[in-house]
C-alpha cells in the first residue's frame, strides 16, 4: 500500500504568511510590547533584533529543511532522517507533546481577545467607568461559562477551518485574515500618531538607553525571540513540508523573520502612544493588552470602533496560530493512526476541547491551584513547561540532529536548505552554527529555570545567592 499523496500549499505567499501566521500570535501583540515596556524600551527592541538573527534565524532555516527534506510531521520527520537504530525520534512525540501543551492555554487567550472584539462591536465596552473597564478582564476570567464557552468556540472555529483540507481551508482563511491584520495595523498605527502622546510614546519605544542593559534584559529579550517563532516544537518544520524545492531556505527564512518582525513592531506602535496619551503605565505586564487597552479605547473618540478593529487584528493573529498550532496536530495524529481528515478533526476537536478545560477553569473553578506564586495560575505552570522547558529543548534537539554527525549532518542540512534559487547558507556558518548556537540555546535554558519565580520571592538564582 503506497503512502497518502502528501497535501502542498497552492503557493508560495501561502507558505509564507501561513508560517508567518503561526509565528505572529499573542506572542507579538499581547507579548512583546509588554515585555518591552518591562525591560526598558527601546534598548530591549535592539537586543532582541539582534537574537532574532542569531538565535531565530538559523533555528527557523533547520526547522523548514528538516520539514522539507523528510515530507513528514514532526512526529515522523526524524524517522525518515535518522540512521539505523538512532533514537532522535523520541524528540517528535515530545514535539507533538508540546504542541497540544500549547493550545491547552492558547485557546483561552484567543477566547479572551474573541470576547473582547464581541463586546466592543455590540458597544457593551466603551461609555462605561473607569473602575468597571478595568473590572472588565476578571469579571470575564472569574465566569466559568464564558471562559468555557469561548474555548469551545475557538477549538470548534479552528477545526472547522482545518476540515475543509489544507489549500481549500487552512491556506485560504490564513492568506485572507493575514493580509486583513497587515492592513488592520497600519490604519490603528497612522491613528495612535495622531494622539497627543505620540513623541513621548515613541521615545519610549524606540530609543535605545544603553544605561538600562542588565542581565535580565538580555535573557528576556533571547526568550522573546525564541517565543515569538514558536521554535523547537516543529510548528514550522510542518510548514516545510507542504513546499518545494523551487527556493532556497534562507530566502523564505527571512520572508517569515520579517513579516513576523513587521507585526511585533507595528503593535508596540500602536499600543505606546496611546499609553503615554492615555496615562496608562508602559510596564503593565500582561494586563496591558486587556485591562490597560480596553480603557484606551473607552477614552477615545470613536473607541468603539478602534477597540473592534484592535481586538478584530488580535483575533486574527491569534487564529492564525491555532490553525497552524492545530494544522500540525492534526498533521501528527494522521500519520501515527492513518485516519481520514474528517475522523481526524472531529477527535482532535474534542480531545484538545477536554485539554483546554484545566486552564480555562484555572481562574474560576480551579483557581484554588496555584503552581508557582500565590498569584499564579494553571495558565502559568502550561505556560512554563512550553516556554521554558519544551521550546529551548526542543530546539536543542533540532540544531544537534542538524549539525551533528550522529544526527542528519550538516551536509545534509546545508545541502537542503540550499536547494532552489535565492539566498544561500556558506559552510563557514558550520562552526557558528555547530559550537556557539547551541551553547546560546543551552545558556538561555538555563538562565530561564535560574530566574523564574516558583514560588513567592523564591527563584533558584535568588536561593544559589544566598548559599555562596
Not at 26 to 45: A, D, S
Request: hydrophobic content about 55%.
Amino acid at each position: 500500500m503506497g503512502e497518502m499523496q502528501r497535501e502542498k500549499l497552492g503557493s508560495r505567499l501561502g507558505f509564507i504568511l501561513l508560517s508567518a501566521g503561526c509565528a505572529i500570535g499573542v506572542g507579538n501583540v499581547w507579548k512583546f510590547p509588554w515585555m518591552v515596556g518591562e525591560n526598558g524600551g527601546g534598548i530591549f527592541v535592539l537586543i532582541y533584533f539582534a537574537f532574532l538573527l542569531l538565535l531565530g534565524f538559523p533555528i527557523l532555516i533547520m526547522e523548514f529543511s528538516l520539514g522539507r527534506a523528510s515530507q513528514a510531521s514532526p512526529v515522523r520527520l526524524y524517522q525518515k532522517l535518522e540512521k539505523k537504530g538512532q533514537k532522535w525520534h523520541i524528540h517528535g512525540y515530545g514535539a507533538l507533546i508540546a504542541n497540544v501543551l500549547l493550545v491547552m492555554f492558547y485557546t483561552s487567550v484567543s477566547g479572551w481577545v474573541l470576547y473582547y472584539f464581541i463586546n466592543f462591536l455590540m458597544g457593551n465596552m466603551t461609555g462605561i467607568s473607569e473602575i468597571a473597564s478595568k473590572n472588565l478582564f476578571s469579571d470575564m476570567i472569574s465566569n466559568p461559562i464564558v471562559s468555557v464557552g469561548f474555548v469551545a468556540i475557538i477549538v470548534l472555529l479552528g477545526f472547522l477551518i482545518l476540515s475543509f483540507g489544507l489549500q481549500n481551508g487552512v491556506e485560504k482563511v490564513t492568506k485572507y485574515m493575514m493580509i486583513a491584520l497587515v492592513l488592520l495595523m497600519i490604519v490603528m498605527a497612522v491613528n495612535s500618531f495622531t494622539l497627543s502622546g505620540a513623541k513621548a510614546g515613541l521615545t519610549f519605544y524606540l530609543k535605545p538607553d544603553f544605561g538600562k542593559i542588565n542581565g535580565s534584559v538580555v535573557v528576556a529579550a533571547m526568550n522573546q525571540a525564541f517565543f515569538t517563532l514558536s521554535l523547537g516544537i516543529g510548528s514550522m518544520a510542518i510548514f516545510g513540508s507542504y513546499i518545494g524545492k523551487e527556493r532556497s531556505l534562507v530566502g523564505e527564512s527571512i520572508n517569515v523573520l520579517v513579516l513576523d518582525t513587521f507585526v511585533a513592531v507595528m503593535s508596540g506602535l500602536i499600543i505606546f502612544p496611546a499609553c503615554f496619551t492615555f496615562d496608562v503605565e508602559p510596564t503593565k505586564g500582561p494586563e496591558l493588552l486587556f485591562g490597560a487597552m480596553a480603557n484606551v479605547f473607552n477614552n477615545m473618540n470613536g473607541g468603539r470602533w478602534w477597540g473592534s478593529l484592535f481586538f478584530l487584528f488580535m483575533f486574527f493573529a491569534a487564529m492564525s496560530t491555532i490553525i497552524a498550532v492545530f494544522q500540525n496536530i492534526l498533521a501528527c495524529v494522521s500519520e501515527i493512526t492513518s485516519w481520514k481528515r474528517g475522523k481526524t478533526c472531529i477527535i482532535c476537536g474534542i480531545s484538545i476541547f477536554v485539554l483546554s478545560l484545566p486552564c480555562a477553569l484555572g481562574f474560576n473553578i480551579l483557581s484554588d491551584i496555584t503552581p508557582f506564586t500565590s498569584g499564579s495560575s494553571i495558565l502559568d505552570l502550561e505556560d512554563f513547561l512550553v516556554s521554558n522547558i519544551m521550546l529551548p529543548l526542543g530546539a536543542l534537539c533540532y540544531v544537534l540532529f542538524c549539525v551533528s554527525k550522529y544526527g542528519w549532518g550538516f551536509d545534509n542540512f546545508l545541502n537542503e536548505a540550499n536547494t532552489g534559487k535565492g539566498l544561500k547558507l556558506k559552510s563557514w556558518t558550520r562552526y557558528y552554527l555547530k559550537f556557539v548556537l547551541p551553547v546560546i540555546i543551552i545558556f538561555v535554558f538555563i538562565v530561564g529555570i535560574l530566574n523564574f519565580e516558583f514560588a513567592d520571592n523564591f527563584t533558584i538564582m535568588g536561593w544559589l545567592k544566598t548559599i555562596i
